[in-house]
């Protein structure tokens, strides 16, 4: 499903007026509409229930004004909440605030600070509330009234139904400035923004419902390159058959580089990562003084020693060696567990542009281009690199506190200009491709930060890879699928315990979740 900035919503809102002649008055009905149908799924029947509307001066309070006239009609108590003076409202929200003053019905100002304790008698009573104070026209941090509101809103402790984003939300980053609306639900129009996708908006919304406002379904869903969110939907159609006829020498070979002494379980998982998303062979590569450890872990894995240095970690000279076994591979997995030592780093920098298979760079795989990270336009085949924050600031030579707040510019950056899938871990997970798609992985949660978790990550999407699909794909349904065996791992053992070995262990049965469920 496509994800949109706030400029692009509104573009395809005003294409949908001026190119289809919907008049704006009908997308404002259609979307206070959804609103309300959200409503009655929360209060059940409406008749009698006080539902308090808080409705902001733009467009976002013109919707609210829209939800609270058909509660009305359906028999509920409503309060509207005007953080404007009536004739500041313009356009089709004053239509709509006509509308329902000529019913008769009062707006209630709320434009100075005595205000507030008047909001705050009407939430009391309240079953319900309906933020309506800003939309995607909201930019910086909420100045007062509305930020005495929202405060006063988020201390009540009572549902609330956001209209379009939790107001407080930047729709464009998900950045959260100052106070914001705690939603229980929110009612998205026609796409998701990217805000609503992105922490920490993404913890504002609740439960997000995306709702048809009749903009023509071809403007919306063009298939050109863009922000998705990764549906299930869409990995199941990723993911390639697996024909009867199939056999272990269909199905791919992984060659997973990783491992030095002290970390040989970051090499095992993602060996074993790459085995339970569906690759026919995986063989592990380590160096030669660990080959019979990861030989005892590992039953269903081949495994290969190769030259160390005297701190058990890989060799320059296994060069060679590594590139003869890539030969005999579709695909290469790299780096998890290798240590910073500076031979092995040598041994990186030289390898990675020699290889023509697909590769899946990880860990001290990229710690090792740090301050060279052109090595990385240099190689020929498809590549992805899968840093964390910190891994993506070591690659940029940038303080790591300067990514989380622009994730989407950095990932998206970063693959354009160094020609790599490029996957930044973290909340939301994204997948930025070189041709100018990203997707964004909803599946997920914290318990995911447990030592080993992108260690399983790395060999998922080899192991994907191995069985035939593109490096975009592979990575985006690696990251859902790893994301949806963690959500499963934290629904069974509890979020905060939760292991890697875990994550691998659910793998196979979210695999089989996301390709029997029906469309
Ligand atoms: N035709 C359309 O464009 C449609 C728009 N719709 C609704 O309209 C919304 C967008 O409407 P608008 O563009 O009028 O914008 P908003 O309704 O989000 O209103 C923005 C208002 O908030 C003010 N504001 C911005 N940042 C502020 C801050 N930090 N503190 C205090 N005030 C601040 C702005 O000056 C502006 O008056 C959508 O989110 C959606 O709910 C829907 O009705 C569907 C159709
Ligand atoms: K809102």
């Not at 005007?82 to 707006?107: F, H, S, Y």
């Not at 740090?370 to 891994?391: F, K, M, N, W, Y």
């Amino acid at each position: 499903m496509r994800v949109v900035t706030g400029g692009q919503m509104r573009d395809l809102d005003r294409a949908a007026m001026e190119e289809y002649g919907i008049p704006g008055l009908v997308l404002m009905e259609n979307a206070g509409l959804a609103v309300v149908q959200v409503v009655r799924q929360l209060l059940g029947d409406v008749a009698g229930k006080r539902v308090a509307v808080f409705a902001g001066k733009g467009n976002n309070g013109g919707d609210g004004l829209v939800v609270a006239r058909h509660l009305f009609n359906a028999g509920a108590e409503v309060k509207v909440l005007l953080l404007a003076r009536p004739e500041e409202i313009t356009g089709d929200a004053a239509v709509n605030l006509a509308i329902w003053q000529k019913m008769g019905q009062p707006v209630y100002p709320v434009v100075r600070g005595e205000d507030l304790n008047a909001v705050r008698l009407f939430l009391v009573g309240a079953h319900a509330v309906v933020d309506a104070i800003f939309g995607t026209g909201f930019k910086g941090a909420a100045r007062e009234p509305a930020a005495g509101v929202i405060d006063a809103i988020n201390a009540s402790g009572k549902p609330v139904v956001a209209v379009d984003i939790p107001s407080g939300v930047e729709a464009d980053t998900g950045q959260v400035h100052g106070p914001c609306v705690r939603a229980t639900h929110t009612v998205t129009f026609a796409l998701p923004k990217l805000g609503l996708v992105q922490e920490p908006g993404r913890s504002h919304v609740g439960e997000l419902h995306v709702a048809d406002i009749s903009i023509p379904s071809f403007l919306l869903e063009n298939g050109a390159p863009g922000r998705y969110l990764v549906t299930e939907k869409m990995v199941r159609d990723w993911l390639p058959p697996r024909p009867a006829w199939a056999h272990k020498g269909s199905c791919g070979r992984v060659l997973v580089v990783a491992g030095s002494r002290g970390m040989t379980g970051a090499a095992c998982l993602a060996a074993l990562g790459a085995a339970r998303a569906g690759a026919g062979l995986v063989t592990l590569a380590v160096p030669a003084e660990l080959q019979d450890v990861v030989a005892v872990k590992l039953t269903e894995i081949m495994t290969v020693g190769l030259p160390g240095t005297g701190e058990g970690t890989l060799a320059r000279s296994a060069r060679n060696e590594i590139l003869d076994l890539v030969e005999k591979a579709d695909v290469l997995a790299i780096g998890p567990g290798l240590s910073r030592h500076l031979e092995t780093v040598a041994l990186i920098r030289e390898l990675l542009p020699a290889v023509r298979v697909p590769c899946v760079i990880d860990a001290d795989g990229l710690n090792a281009l740090a301050g060279d990270v052109q090595i990385l336009s240099r190689i020929s085949a498809p590549a992805i690199i899968t840093p964390h924050e910190g891994e993506m600031a070591r690659l940029l030579g940038c303080p790591p506190g300067e990514i989380s707040s622009r994730r989407l510019k950095v990932a998206e950056e970063a693959a354009g200009n160094w020609g790599v899938v490029t996957l930044l871990k973290g909340a939301a997970t994204l997948i930025a491709c070189p041709g100018g798609t990203t997707y964004i992985n909803p599946t997920g949660n914290p318990g995911l930060a447990t030592g080993g978790s992108g260690d399983v990550l790395t060999g998922v999407i080899a192991g994907l890879l191995a069985q035939g699909m593109d490096a975009p794909r592979a990575a985006a349904a690696g990251a859902y699928l790893h994301g949806l065996a963690g959500d499963m791992a934290a629904r069974e053992k509890g979020m905060r315990g939760f292991l890697a070995g875990d994550i691998l262990e659910l793998l196979p049965e979210a695999m089989a979740r996301v390709e029997c469920t029906c469309a």
